[in-house]
């Protein structure tokens, strides 16, 4: 392309509201030229706000490689960092997950009643709980009492929900207690609702001796050099 022809289509992409270095790549010349050929082109306002746009927008350009470069690399690293703790944890021994156990039960479990109670959202937190009430308590599943509690806005998907939890418990759906229903209405709409499956409540039945052992397990956890 002749120079001459440059500096119309230069000049031209210039009063369409184009930034110079795009210009200067769409014509293969240099940013200076572009500059030189369009110094007297006053951009309108709308089109001088849409360039400043551009130019914070991550995703515009060689940005985007860059964007897409960078989340490549974290991910790997996620990945690789998150099989290096799985590698690192291995399996527990009987005293591990005894331990384990009590600092879960700790974290998240009924502290000031008179029975041992649990309550989680996290299919694989109420699993591990599970395998400690068996392997390191010696329950067994007739010990213990199921109940789903979930928001009444989700009361049309409650046999749903309690097979989910039946799956993950390995319980049958007809020996958990009637649901309990929130009965306070969300304002938040959630992108994904049917992803939502209440939280789990775990009772062990004429269990009051065993949540006072657990308190003294806890105490001598927390007291642990």
């Known amino acids: 392309m002749a120079k001459s022809q440059e500096k119309l289509k230069a000049r031209q992409l210039r009063r369409e509201g184009e930034s110079i270095k795009v210009i200067a790549k769409k014509l293969k010349v240099s ?11 006053r951009l309108k306002k709308d089109q001088v706000k849409k360039l400043e746009r551009r130019a914070h927008d991550p995703n515009y350009g060689r940005r985007l490689k860059y964007t897409l470069r960078q989340q490549k690399k974290r991910i790997k690293k996620t990945n690789r960092l998150k099989k290096q703790g799985i590698r690192e944890i291995g399996e527990l021994s009987k005293r591990e997950l005894f331990l384990v156990g009590v600092a879960l039960y700790w974290a998240e479990g009924y502290k000031k009643d008179n029975q041992v109670g649990f309550g989680s959202s996290d299919p694989e937190m109420v699993k591990t709980f599970f395998r400690w009430l068996y392997e390191s308590c010696g329950c067994k599943p007739q010990d213990l009492i199921l109940r789903v509690t979930v928001n009444i806005s989700h009361r049309h998907r409650i046999r749903e929900i309690e ?3 039946s799956k993950i418990t390995e319980v049958p759906v007809d020996e958990f207690r009637k649901p309990f229903y929130q009965r306070v209405k969300w304002k938040k709409i959630y992108e994904n609702p049917n992803d939502y499956f209440g939280v789990l409540r775990i009772r062990v039945r004429k269990s009051t001796d065993f949540l006072r052992k657990i308190h ?5 956890l927390a007291g642990a050099q």
Request: proline share 0%; with cysteine.
């Open 31 to 41: 940013s200076s030229s572009a500059s030189n050929w369009c110094r007297d082109i």
């Open 163 to 165: 097979n989910y939890w």
């Open 216 to 220: 003294g397990w806890i105490e001598g």
